[in-house]
């Protein structure tokens, strides 16, 4: 089963990717990433998503048109969805808040809001609704991420190490 997280520039799929992947063993890794003086805490350099690694990863992050991009594929596997979702005023402000502090470009304001709603993965992906989940970008940009932690745990039956996953989140708020 893979597992495809979809979100807006500046909405931190990055970061979700990251909390997904690290381990006991590689957690120092991810510290060095989130330690270090770039703003920016990128799941790997380049494209975020590829057919290279699409066929390679089970865990796989990318922007709407980059997961367009591979469509047929997508639609062929078994799979699970999360959405990075800026539902409200309030989550579209804190990404650009974000995008300025970054001191990125204006990428987010040529993505389209409802890309990012459940519907357009059960559509366009033939998906059913219980294998996609839905993070508002308001709960992720919150201190407190435990709901967020726990309701990743459940729907991919995974066990997320709380205590480092929310150190990295404090880390990761710190450069926002």
Not at 72 to 99: F, N
Not at 122 to 129: A, C, E, L, V
Not at 140 to 151: E, K
Request: aromatic residues 12%.
């Amino acid at each position: 089963m893979k597992t495809i997280i979809c979100f807006p520039p500046y909405a931190g799929g990055n970061h979700v990717k990251n909390l997904l992947e690290f381990t006991t063993n590689n957690f120092n890794t991810y510290l060095d990433l989130y330690a270090g003086k770039d703003r920016k805490v990128h799941a790997q350099d380049g494209h975020n998503l590829t057919k290279q690694k699409f066929d390679q990863n089970n865990i796989l992050h990318g922007h709407f048109g980059e997961i367009m991009s591979l469509r047929k594929d997508i639609a062929e596997v078994d799979k699970r969805w999360i959405l990075i979702s800026p539902d409200t005023y309030e989550c579209r402000s804190l990404l650009v808040k974000r995008g300025t502090n970054l001191l990125l470009d204006s990428y987010f304001d040529h993505e389209q809001i409802f890309l990012y709603e459940p519907h357009m993965f059960n559509t366009y992906f033939s998906t059913p609704m219980d294998h996609i989940m839905n993070i508002s970008v308001y709960e992720l940009f919150a201190d407190d991420i435990d709901g967020v932690l726990d309701r990743l745990n459940f729907f991919l039956k995974s066990n997320i190490d709380k205590e480092k996953a929310k150190h990295l989140h404090k880390l990761w708020k710190a450069k926002q």
